[in-house]
């Protein structure tokens, strides 16, 4: 796991054995985390699933942790 702190930031994790081998990145001083709460239902008939979500706050996601 790397953090790179050039165009904003960016959290980069590659292969052990590889370490070219990016396997997982976020977008240069994009947040990619964030918060809510909310509540849903959902109802089942004949197998199907249905879904009702509802979101009561968020907190949005910050470009980096400073």
Do not use: K, N, Y
């Amino acid at each position: 796991m790397r953090w790179d702190p050039t165009r904003g930031g960016a959290l980069r994790i590659t292969h052990r054995d590889a370490p070219e081998r990016v396997l997982w990145q976020t977008l240069p001083g994009q947040g990619f985390v964030a918060a809510a709460q909310g509540s849903e239902t959902v109802e089942e008939a004949r197998g199907m699933f249905f879904f009702a979500i509802g979101c009561a706050t968020s907190a949005p996601s910050s470009a980096s942790a400073r």
